[in-house]
T-cell receptor
């Protein structure tokens, strides 16, 4: 079967750094993806890790350790507009985690 | 690029009625996905197609749900008869090969 675990909520201060973790259990692993979803909006792609290590895209970075079945999304220099839900996904995005609601406070 | 287009954006109907949701994927994308999102169950994959052929429909909740993709530019998700527990946001997404998925804006469905 497939399962992904993420924290349900995270709160962080504007300008700070926040890390959102994802642990997964899956058959047939092709990589870990991250999506952002604002309230009332659609999920939008942020980052993808097929191999171990860190991928950086501007203020966002994503890390994967396949041996630990673990990854995280790192958001730096937080802005108020980063308040949203963040989802990890596996198996070519067929399965999504339950999402982490990030609230950025002034 | 117009993105994935879903219609209608909102649908309110009475239980027992037939509901049809529509999706136009991005041109050239060979995969199409239907998801359902609720607070309780999160984002669930219902069915996906590759080159218009259904590959995995194990996520379709029951026989009341059906999906078709008659050509590369159009897909429908039908619920007949609808029930209040079907109320959710339904997303369509498409992608090319192993590239990231692009989601439509979703259809917010309310069954009274």
């Amino acid at each position: 079967g497939q399962s992904l675990e993420q924290p349900s909520e995270v709160t962080a201060v504007e300008g700070a750094i926040v890390q959102i973790n994802c642990t997964y259990q899956t058959s047939g692993f092709y990589g870990l993806s991250w999506y952002q979803q604002h309230d009332g909006g659609a999920p939008t792609f942020l980052s993808y890790n097929a191999l171990d290590g860190l991928e950086e895209t501007g203020r966002f970075s994503s890390f994967l350790s396949r041996s630990d079945s673990y990854g995280y999304l790192l958001l730096q220099e937080l802005q108020m507009k980063d308040s949203a839900s963040y989802f990890c996904a596996v198996t070519n995005n067929l399965f999504f985690g339950t999402g982490t609601r990030l609230t950025v406070i002034p | 690029d117009a993105g994935v287009i879903q219609s209608p954006r909102h649908e309110v109907t009475e239980m027992g009625q037939e509901v049809t949701l529509r999706c136009k994927p991005i041109s050239g994308h060979d995969y199409l996905f239907w998801y359902r999102q609720t607070m309780m169950r999160g984002l669930e994959l219902l069915i996906y197609f590759n080159n218009n052929v259904p590959i995995d429909d194990s996520g379709m909740p029951e026989d009341r749900f059906s999906a078709k993709m008659p050509n590369a530019s159009f897909s429908t998700l039908k619920i007949q008869p609808s029930e209040p527990r079907d109320s959710a946001v339904y997303f369509c997404a498409s992608r090319q090969g192993i590239q990231p998925q692009h989601f439509g804006d979703g259809t917010r469905l309310s069954i009274l």
